[in-house]
């Protein structure tokens, strides 16, 4: 069975950090990409950042380029979402969210797997990071 499982979310201070976690199982980890969303109240979900594992390619939205990193550690099968000068529009639930990354897919270019029509088959429960100002 597969399961994704965020964790970290929180209340934190404008310009302050939070490091949320996607806790993965049940797929072969290697084979994948993973990618973190976000949706607001009354806001469309939003891709933020993907890692294909394979090669540990990184893509980002520009709403967060520069503040956010993406990152994996295969040994514990989880990806990590470095979130850095948070802002009261990051407030949001936070989604991770994998799919297998084909070797076509990934000859296209990192960037496919954060494209709007590109679904994903399974999804965490979210985790709710709120940012004060």
């Known amino acids: 069975e597969v399961q994704l499982v965020e964790s970290g979310g929180g209340l934190v201070q404008a310009g302050g950090s939070l490091r949320l976690s996607c806790a993965t199982s049940g797929f072969t980890f290697d084979d994948y990409a993973i990618a973190w969303f976000r949706q607001a109240p009354g806001k469309e979900r939003e891709g933020i950042s993907c890692?294909?594992?394979?090669?540990?390619?990184?893509y980002y939205a520009d709403s967060v380029k520069g503040r956010f990193t993406i990152s994996s550690d295969n040994a514990k099968n989880t990806v990590l979402l470095q979130m850095n000068n948070l802002k009261p529009d990051d407030t949001a639930v936070y989604y991770c969210?994998?799919?297998?990354?084909?070797?076509?897919?990934?000859?296209?270019?990192?960037?496919?797997?954060?494209?709007?029509?590109?679904?994903?088959?399974?999804w965490g429960q979210g985790t709710q990071v709120t940012v004060s100002s």
């Open positions: 969210a994998a799919d297998y990354a084909s070797a076509t897919a990934q000859a296209m270019g990192v960037p496919t797997f954060l494209h709007p029509q590109w679904k994903y088959d399974y």
């Open positions: 890692i294909t594992i394979h090669d540990l390619g990184t």
